[in-house]
C-alpha cells in the first residue's frame, strides 16, 4: 500500500501521525509542504478528495491567517487558495493519501481509518499520550 503524508516536521500533531504511520509497518513518502509548496491543482486535488473547502483546510493558529486578513467570512476560496500558495503553512497538517482515502489526520488518531493495520495497542503519542484506538468492529 502506498502512503503519502503531506508533513510538517514541526508539528506534533504530525509528527505523532507519522509515528502512527510507522508504527503500522508502513513507509510513506513524506513530503515537507513547507520546503516543496503546494500547486493550485495539488490543492484542490487534496481538498476535493479530502472533502474539504480552503476555509475548512485554513491553519488560523500559529501561521500568518490573521494578519492577511484571512479569517474574514467575506474572503473567498479563490483568495484562501491564492494566500495558501504564497505561505504554504496555511494549509493545516498533516493530510495523509492511501488508498483507502485522503483525510487532514486532526486529530492523528484519524488516520487509523486510512490504514490497513494498526500500530501496536501500546503506541504512545509523542506527549506520553495514549492512542486511542478505534472499538474492534468499529468503522
Known amino acids: 500500500m502506498s502512503i503519502v503524508i ?3 516536521p514541526a508539528c506534533g500533531t504530525s509528527r505523532n501521525v507519522l509515528a502512527i ?3 503500522s509497518g508502513e513507509k510513506p513518502i513524506v513530503i515537507d509542504y513547507l520546503t516543496t509548496g503546494w500547486t493550485r ?3 484542490l486535488a487534496l481538498f476535493a478528495a479530502a472533502n474539504l473547502t480552503p ?3 485554513l491553519r488560523e493558529t500559529k501561521s500568518p491567517a490573521q494578519e492577511l486578513g484571512l479569517l474574514d467570512p467575506s474572503v473567498d476560496d479563490e483568495a484562501l487558495l491564492d494566500a495558501m500558495l504564497e505561505h504554504p503553512v496555511l494549509v493545516n497538517r ?4 492511501t488508498p483507502k482515502g485522503v483525510r487532514l489526520c486532526r486529530p492523528s488518531e484519524a488516520v487509523l481509518e486510512l ?3 494498526h500500530p501496536p495497542a501500546t503506541f504512545t503519542k509523542e ?3 495514549p ?3 478505534p472499538a474492534e468492529g468499529a468503522p
Open 55 to 57: 476555509r475548512m483546510a
Open 6 to 8: 503531506h508533513h510538517n
Open 94 to 97: 498533516p493530510i495523509v493519501c
Open 21 to 23: 504511520i510507522e508504527a
Open 127 to 129: 506527549d506520553g499520550t
Open 41 to 43: 491543482p495539488q490543492l
Open 131 to 133: 492512542l486511542i484506538m
Open 115 to 117: 490504514l490497513d493495520q
